[in-house]
């Protein structure tokens, strides 16, 4: 079965967004995944279609109101064992370790927040994973949400056009990634590193793999050892 996204939001004439152009978007074409943007509002119930309210204890802004968002999850998640995700600074940052379970899945329900957030009592009574994408605050869930199903969908089986190249790729082996370099040969005075023009595939390999360690120490220290070496070479 391909794999099904399913946003909950209060905008979603944000969604494809970008995942409706190149790989992704052909990809969706071909049917190896889909995604449907849920109106948050068509599940209030008054007149005014409220979807927020003032924060208990007072404060700034609104909060999203726990009656409306449990209507609209129930309504996708029925039989549904997918895992519904909240997108949130308060989450677990996002990793390609996540994005690989996750794409080795049958899909996702995604709650966008907005305003202040969610009533943390939906949080709890739907059982919401929240997944941040970094230590910065967005004004809404969708953007957020975007990113999590780019990173997902691109490693979907058959939608990168070779399936190889995501293998090396920075974090897939606990490392960033070594430099790349194309043509032409000499630019700006600056010539390609001459052992990739060499021909030779070990010396290659080695050298790549030399130009991630170091990256990643000089970089990225905390990756080193976080994950599990059988990959790193
Ligand atoms: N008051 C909240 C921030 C709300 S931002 C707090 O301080 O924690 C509004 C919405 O944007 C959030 O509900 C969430 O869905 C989304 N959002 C903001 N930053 C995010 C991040 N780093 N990762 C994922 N979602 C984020």
Not at 41 to 52: C, G, I, L, P, Y
Not at 95 to 105: I, P
Not at 127 to 140: A, M, N, R, T
């Given at each position: 079965m391909a794999f099904r996204a399913t946003v909950l939001t209060?905008?979603?004439?944000?969604?494809?967004g970008h995942l409706g152009f190149s790989l992704a978007g052909k990809a969706a074409e071909r049917g190896q995944w889909s995604l449907d943007a849920v109106q948050?509002?068509?599940?209030?119930?008054?007149k005014h279609r409220t979807v927020d309210d003032t924060p208990a204890g007072g404060g700034a802004g609104m909060v999203l109101k726990p009656d409306v968002l449990a209507r609209a999850i129930d309504s996708t998640s029925e039989n549904d064992n997918r895992p519904r995700l909240l997108m949130s600074p308060r989450g677990k940052p996002l990793t390609q370790e996540r994005v690989r379970q996750l794409a080795a899945g049958d899909g996702v329900i995604i709650l966008c927040g907005r305003?202040?957030?969610?009533?943390q009592r939906v949080i709890e009574a739907r059982e919401l994973e929240e997944v941040s994408i970094g230590d910065y605050v967005l004004s809404g869930g969708e953007p957020a949400a975007l990113i999590l199903l780019d990173a997902i969908v691109r490693i979907l089986?058959?939608?990168?056009?070779?399936?190889?190249?995501?293998?090396?790729?920075?974090?897939?082996?606990?490392l960033l990634e070594h430099p790349h370099y194309t043509r032409p040969q000499e630019w700006e005075g600056r010539e390609i590193p001459a052992i990739l023009t060499s021909g030779n595939h070990g010396a290659i390999e080695k050298w790549r793999h030399e130009q991630s360690v170091s990256l990643t120490k000089k970089r990225r220290p905390d990756l080193i050892g976080a994950q599990k070496p059988e990959k790193a070479g």
């Amino acid at each position: 079965m391909a794999f099904r996204a399913t946003v909950l939001t209060l905008y979603p004439e944000m969604f494809p967004g970008h995942l409706g152009f190149s790989l992704a978007g052909k990809a969706a074409e071909r049917g190896q995944w889909s995604l449907d943007a849920v109106q948050i509002r068509d599940f209030a119930t008054d007149k005014h279609r409220t979807v927020d309210d003032t924060p208990a204890g007072g404060g700034a802004g609104m909060v999203l109101k726990p009656d409306v968002l449990a209507r609209a999850i129930d309504s996708t998640s029925e039989n549904d064992n997918r895992p519904r995700l909240l997108m949130s600074p308060r989450g677990k940052p996002l990793t390609q370790e996540r994005v690989r379970q996750l794409a080795a899945g049958d899909g996702v329900i995604i709650l966008c927040g907005r305003f202040e957030g969610v009533d943390q009592r939906v949080i709890e009574a739907r059982e919401l994973e929240e997944v941040s994408i970094g230590d910065y605050v967005l004004s809404g869930g969708e953007p957020a949400a975007l990113i999590l199903l780019d990173a997902i969908v691109r490693i979907l089986p058959g939608v990168m056009g070779n399936d190889l190249s995501g293998l090396h790729e920075s974090f897939e082996g606990g490392l960033l990634e070594h430099p790349h370099y194309t043509r032409p040969q000499e630019w700006e005075g600056r010539e390609i590193p001459a052992i990739l023009t060499s021909g030779n595939h070990g010396a290659i390999e080695k050298w790549r793999h030399e130009q991630s360690v170091s990256l990643t120490k000089k970089r990225r220290p905390d990756l080193i050892g976080a994950q599990k070496p059988e990959k790193a070479g």
